[in-house]
């Protein structure tokens, strides 16, 4: 391996770029190739970078003995394939979420990481956000106190995607933070979305999870709102909390408001009192998450460690994607995990 890694992007469409741009910026690492069936999105990679080849040939980067990881930001149906090819060939992949199809090409790709000993990590980027590190040592340092729901919403106007449903698009960003702040997958789930656009590709969905000890949550994911909203409130026993990404000044908000429950020996019932307290907001780094990811990608493949997103945080996810399409088509049956 050479002193600085050499790291292959495979798609330059809507986020490669955004990969070039961070990996050419890490330390201890350089794009030196590109890859996009497309060659004329090679002109506006070219034009801000020097000594950087390009190719049409996804085998021709995967093979190439110069590289040493590969990033994927290509459709969906193709990330399974293209990850597999890379790690057969000894290299270290990141790959856009979510990670594969189906929950068998997800665990393929696991455990083929596993067996070579090399890196597979997901593009849960929002799991290197500042603001989401925030929200997770408050919930662990109890902060909330017992959590009994989450509301989800990620909603906007657009991007129309022609493989994968809206769930699939939006909902893996949402599910990752979830994940990560909790640490373990619900007991079931039920799904509902309608389709007004590309047919059999829902562009609107409702999706609840349930974690047990009655902690549930909700998602809303939507491709056709008038407006953009990015937001998630975490209600729990102490405090509350919304995060709201789309707020540059307060992304943070944590309220001392909630209830309080008392038993009335003598009714024999449960008493409801409402608290009203202070409201604060803490302070948020403002470091690109994309970089974080790409220095931990970069770290894990030197210390030979896993990345926060590992490939397990990947599966995670499917897992529960792949349950939420079974469910849709079932009109929201209820499904097991």
Same mark, same amino acid.
């Given at each position: ?120 990590? #997901? +593009? ?5 956000? &500042? ?7 408050? %919930?662990? $340092?109890? *902060? ?33 933070? #979830? +994940? ?5 997958? &619900? ?7 309608? %389709?007004? $656009?590309? *047919? ?138």
């Amino acid at each position: 391996m050479s002193e600085d890694l050499q790291i292959g992007v495979i798609g330059l469409g809507y986020w490669g770029p955004n990969l070039v741009r961070n990996f050419r910026n890490a330390e201890g690492a350089t794009v030196s190739m590109c890859c996009d069936a497309d060659s004329r999105r090679f002109r506006g990679i070219a034009a801000h970078y020097d000594n950087m080849k390009f190719t049409t040939s996804a085998d021709e980067l995967i093979e190439s003995p110069e590289i040493d990881a590969v990033a994927i930001a290509t459709p969906v149906h193709t990330h399974h394939e293209l990850a597999k090819r890379a790690l057969m060939a000894g290299k270290s992949v990141l790959v856009e979420k979510p990670l594969a199809m189906r929950v068998e090409d997800a665990e393929e790709l696991v455990g083929l990481a596993d067996q070579k000993g090399l890196v597979l990590q #997901v +593009d849960h980027v929002f799991m290197y956000t &500042p603001a989401v590190k925030q929200v997770k040592e408050i %919930v662990d $340092a109890g *902060k909330l106190g017992k959590l009994f729901f989450i509301d989800s919403v990620r909603i906007n106007l657009g991007l129309f995607q022609h493989d994968v449903n809206v769930i699939w698009d939006l909902a893996p960003h949402d599910l990752s933070i #979830v +994940d990560f702040l909790l640490g373990r997958m &619900p007991r079931s789930l039920s799904a509902f979305g309608g %389709v007004h $656009a590309n *047919k059999g590709i829902e562009d609107v969905a409702y999706l609840n999870l349930d974690f047990g000890d009655g902690l549930i949550a909700n998602f809303h994911v939507n491709w056709l709102s008038p407006v953009k909203v990015r937001s998630m409130i975490i209600g729990g026993s102490e405090q509350s909390l919304i995060y709201n990404d789309l707020d540059m000044s307060e992304r943070i908000k944590v309220y001392n408001r909630g209830i309080n429950i008392v038993t009335d020996e003598q009714k024999r019932r449960f008493l409801v009192s409402y608290r009203t307290g202070d409201i604060w907001s803490p302070n948020v780094g403002h470091d690109e998450p994309l970089s974080i990811m790409a220095a931990d990608f970069i770290g894990s493949i030197r210390h030979k460690k896993r990345p926060l997103a590992d490939g397990q945080s990947g599966l995670r996810v499917v897992r529960i994607l792949e349950a939420a399409q079974r469910s849709i088509k079932a009109q929201g049956g209820r499904v097991m995990l």
